[in-house]
C-alpha cells in the first residue's frame, strides 16, 4: 500500500469517528434531557399533590400543565410563569408575537382564575 494510500485510508477512518463520536453525543444530550423531564402523568401526579389544599373553584387547564412553577405559600392558588406560557402556546404553532397576543386577549383576563401568573420575562 503507498503512503497517500494509508494517509487517505487514516483521513477517512479519523472523519467515520468523528461523525460517530458526534452522533453519540448528540443522543446522550437527548437521553439526558428526556431524563430530566419528568413525563406527563409524573408531572400531573407532582401538580396534584402540590394543589391538595387548592381553591376548588379555580380551573386547573391541563394544556398549561407546563406553564406550572408552583403553588402560594398557604397552597390555595396554582402559580404559572408568564414565559412558560408562552412557550406552550409557541408549541402550540404559534410565533412568539402570535403567543403574546394570545396571552394578552385571551389568557390576561382570565388570569385571575386561574391562579397567580409570575412575569418572569421582564427584566428590570
Known amino acids: 500500500m503507498s503512503t497517500a494510500s ?9 472523519e467515520s469517528d468523528k ?8 443522543e446522550y444530550e437527548a437521553e439526558l434531557e428526556r431524563a430530566q ?5 409524573e408531572r400531573r401526579q ?4 402540590m394543589l391538595e389544599h387548592a381553591d376548588e373553584n379555580k380551573p386547573i387547564l391541563d394544556w398549561l ?5 408552583g403553588v402560594s405559600d398557604a397552597g390555595m392558588d396554582i402559580v404559572y410563569s408568564k414565559s412558560k406560557i408562552l412557550d406552550v402556546f ?12 394570545f396571552y394578552e386577549f ?6 385571575e382564575q386561574l391562579g397567580i401568573v409570575i412575569v418572569d420575562d421582564t427584566i428590570f
Open 6 to 14: 494509508r494517509t487517505d485510508y487514516w483521513l477517512q477512518r479519523i
Open 19 to 26: 461523525i460517530g463520536v458526534v452522533a453519540r453525543l448528540i
Open 37 to 41: 423531564q419528568p413525563n406527563v402523568k
Open 46 to 49: 407532582i401538580i396534584e399533590e
Open 65 to 69: 400543565d407546563a406553564a406550572i412553577i
Open 90 to 101: 409557541k408549541d402550540m404553532g404559534m410565533d412568539h408575537a402570535e403567543a403574546l397576543e
Open 106 to 111: 385571551n389568557t390576561m383576563p382570565v388570569a
